[in-house]
């Protein structure tokens, strides 16, 4: 039984920084990638980071480059999102997902193509 488990969100202040965790259970992380995406307030989903099962690669979203890394741990299955810098605009539900590894790299922007993620935890950048 494949499940992702978020964790780590918060209301913090512009400027600081928060890490979430994505715990993963019934499934092996090497022909996969796992993704970050979050949906904004009267948004819609929007891609935010992958990592590779089968290299360690990593991508971003332009808006989030130099800011956020995606990792996993020691074991492969838990991976995090460490978020520096935040700001309002960051502020969100952010899920993690599972993504069969297929061309043309990862899927950061493909959302469709998850076909398993987590209930979410809520990020709230106010001062």
């Known amino acids: 039984q494949v499940r992702l488990v978020e964790s780590g969100g918060g209301l913090v202040a512009p400027g600081t920084s928060l890490t979430l965790s994505c715990a993963t259970s019934g499934f092996t992380f090497d022909y996969y990638a796992i993704c970050w995406f979050r949906q904004p307030p009267g948004k819609g989903h929007e891609g935010v980071a992958c990592?590779?099962?089968?290299?360690?690669?990593?991508d971003y979203t332009d808006s989030v480059k130099g800011r956020f890394t995606i990792s996993v741990d020691r074991t492969r299955t838990t991976f995090f999102l460490q978020m520096d810098n935040l700001t309002p605009e960051d502020t969100a539900r952010y899920r993690c997902g599972r993504s069969l590894l297929r061309p043309p790299g990862l899927p950061t922007h493909r959302t469709y193509e998850y076909d398993y993620w987590g209930r979410g935890t809520q990020v709230t950048v106010s001062s």
């Open positions: 990592i590779s099962g089968a290299d360690g690669s990593t």
